[in-house]
Each structure stands twice: as C-alpha cells, then as structure tokens.
C-alpha cells in the first residue's frame, strides 16, 4: 500500500503484469474512490460551468460527459487539471445537474478554485468524493460481468450505452452511477456507489469475475495500462504550464461555441495564441528495443551528437507488447513516427523509435 | 535453514566457495517483494568493487533497484544466462538464481553480515 494524494492504495495486488495482461484479456477491476466527485446543480449550474471549463458544456445531453481541462487566468493560462463533466437527469425541480471527476492530486485547490467562483445564487457545488464510491471494471469481459449483476432492463440499457455515456442502474441491488468511460484503453463502465455499499459491489464483481478471469487491480497496471493506451496523466504529461495542442488535447479545448462564438472561459486568450502560434515539443510515443524502460525525466538524445532533444513524461515496460515505452516530449524535427532517437537510462543509452500513439489499440470491435 | 548463506541488510546472500571464491544472489523475500522482474544489468567481469557498492541493477515494472557488493572483491563471473530468463530468480534464488561470482579480498569480512535467522528477523520486522 502506498499513499496516494492523502488515499492508502494499493500498487498491486500480486503481479503488475499479471493484473495488466487480465485487463487486456479478460477484466480488471479497480478501486478508483480516490478520484474526486463533484456535483453541480441549480437553474445556473449549466452556464457557470460553461464560463468556467474550456470544454462546451451549455449543449451536453443529459447521459453524457465530455473530457475538459479546467484552467485559471493568471496573465496567462494555468491547467488546474483535467476532468470529465457529466450531465445527469435533471433535477425534480427542472433544473439541470452535472458531475464532474477530478483528480484525486489535485481535488482540494480544483473545490476551492471552484468555491470562489460561485454565484452569489443559482448554482450549488457539493463533494462528494467521500461519500461515495468509484469501482471501475475494464476489459473484454467487463460488461458481461456488471451485467450479469443487474436485472433484464438494466442490463440491456447498459450494454446499449455508447462511450462516454452514462445512466444508472441496480448493480448486485445496489443503485449506481454507470458509465461507459475509463482510463486502461479497454472496453468497460466506472461504477459510483454510496459509500456504505462499496464492498457489497467489489465483492459481487469479484465473485461472478473471478471465474470469467477478471482481477483486482492496482495502480501499477491502471499506469501500465493508460501509458500502453497513450492516455495523459495529470503531474506527467499534462502539467500546469503545459500546451494542451502541443500534447494532442486540443480536442478538449473548445475555443469557440457550436456556433463559433469565442468562449470567454479563465486563459482563453492564452490557449488561443497557442493553437494559432504552434511552438515548442510535441507529445510522442517512445518504442524502446529492450525491456530496459527510460523513466520520467530521462532524456531523449540525438543518436550520433548525442544533442538533447526532449524529456520522458511516462516509462514502463509495457505487458502487452514485451518491451519498453514511454511517451516523450520532444522537438518538432524529430517527431516524425519511425525517427530513431536515444533515451538516457541511467549510465547507458537505449535505442528507441518514435512511435504513433497508442501503443495498444483493442482488436475486438464494440458490442 | 542455509548454514553457509550470509546476507547483507540490502538483501543479497552470499555463500563462500571453494578457491577463496564466493558466489552472490539476492533473496527469495528481495525477488518476492520486487515482482515482475523484466531487466537486470550485471557488472564486467574483473571489475574491482567496494562492499556497499553497486554492482547492477534490477528493474521491474515499477522501479529499478541497485545490486550492491556485499563485500569488497574482484567479479570473477557473471550469471549471463539469468538476464534472459529473469524466472529463474523466482524459482531458485539460491541456487541457478546466483548472479555474481568474486574474489573476496578480505574472506573475514563475511563475518560481519548477517545469518539466516538474523536475516528472517529482520524481514519480519519491515514488513507488517
């Protein structure tokens, strides 16, 4: 167990690899209550947070989240994180309510960024990270499993959710939040129960995986996992002063409505210049020859002079292909997918390839 | 029990061979705890090390750790073999799982480490 951003979690829970190759080939499951949980309701709700996020928000149906980074304006543009916002039914009264998850590093200044930025009336922000829970369950087997734990109408609504979707449902009879997201490049739902009903549905999931191949996992393979499939993570490759069209996230930031009217949300200005004056290293993906994997901040080299030319963000070696990868930034020049560059491990270099992101890319085509 | 193992605090055993040689490994507890071994670097033979010093790496999925020299010496031989079938450390770390043989320049300083059941006491002691 290490302690992660306040939370005790656990790395593994047997094998890294093991919990990554059961992802892949049948289902992980994995506790994930340290992301934060965030409501957002009232007749204002929407249109505070469509001032605030450099995703559109005004214009999401109900049922559906949208990935968004969350930024404020200091002279320029400073990422406080990056987040899912959701819509969900609305509320009895008729106004609307949103969810949003953050990360569990950065929970505690993206409230209270939030907190000050409340109208005096019309919107209510409440957290609920602690009272609740957050179960995902990924891979080919995943669906079938929660399914499985739900009656006939539930389970059909869920298998006919698209990604990004969301709906609730009676899991192993407990009422929960289901969504078709994740961060593990495979098909499968995040799960957010009440709290007191967290082991109730680990332990129903664990018992109808279990024979199906599903494993409990750490945060060993959910990094393993993310990295294989070429997905950011905040503190790494996104980091406050970063350049989110630089890392191939502009499709998070909506400078302009549907309508192409400017969007006046906190450092709009600043990522406007930043699209229209593309600059500086780029996100790539790294293919290493060996097992022998270049950690973040390890430098990547120009093979011959040996000139520096970028900086690892994430390394591991990565179960599914059986070598080393990493995701790098690194100069425009050499960028392209196939130029061959080094990384610094230690006292050695190791030869690696640029290569396009994702690493992993599931085979099996979506029920 | 293994009488003729000792062990260093940073878990490599070592066990004196004929010749005024010794042979050198890591413990079943360091490979248990390490998990998902997939590279190790070994040091040249004839390198001269110092007790404490780093002799090479071994690196899982999520961390590399150094190999240090329980006790100074010259390597004498390196267990190629192993870095391609890193299994072989869980299987047998104290016998096919060796990793270094050197040439201790002081065999005594041996002595200073620690046996079998010193080792397992502290083991028991870090991990709860």
Redesign the interface.
Known sequence: MVDFAGWSMP??Y????EEHLATRSAAGMFDVSHMGRLDVGGPGALDWLESLLTRCVSDIDVGRCRYTLVTTDDGGVTILDDALVGRVPDAADGSPRMTLVVNASNRGRVVSWLRGRLPAAGVALADRTAATAMIAVQGPAALEVVTGLCGADDAARITGLGTYRSTSASVAGVPTAVSRTGYTGEDGVELVVPEADAVTVWEAILAAGGPRGLRPCGL?ARD?LRLEAGMPLYGHELTANADPFALGLGLAVNLESPQGVARPFPGAAALRRMRDTPGGRVRVGLAGT????A?EAAAVLRPGDGRPVGVVSSG??S?SLGHAVAMAMVDRDVAASGTALEVAV?D?REAVRVAPLPFYRRQAPRK | MAADLKFAKTHEWIRPEAGGLATVGISAYAVEAL??L??M?LPAVGKRVKAGESIG?I????A?SDLYAPVSGEIVEVNVPLTGSLETLGKDPYGAGWIVRLRPDDPAEMTGLLDQAAYDAMVKSQSH
């Not at chain 1, 047997?14 to 690899?17: E, L, N, Y």
């Not at chain 1, 060996?290 to 994997?293: D, T």
């Open positions: 790395v593994q047997g094998s890294i690899i060993g393993t060996s097992k022998r994997a950690r591991s070696f179960p230690r050695a | 998990t998902d997939v590279f670097q790496e690196e899982s999925v999520k590399v």
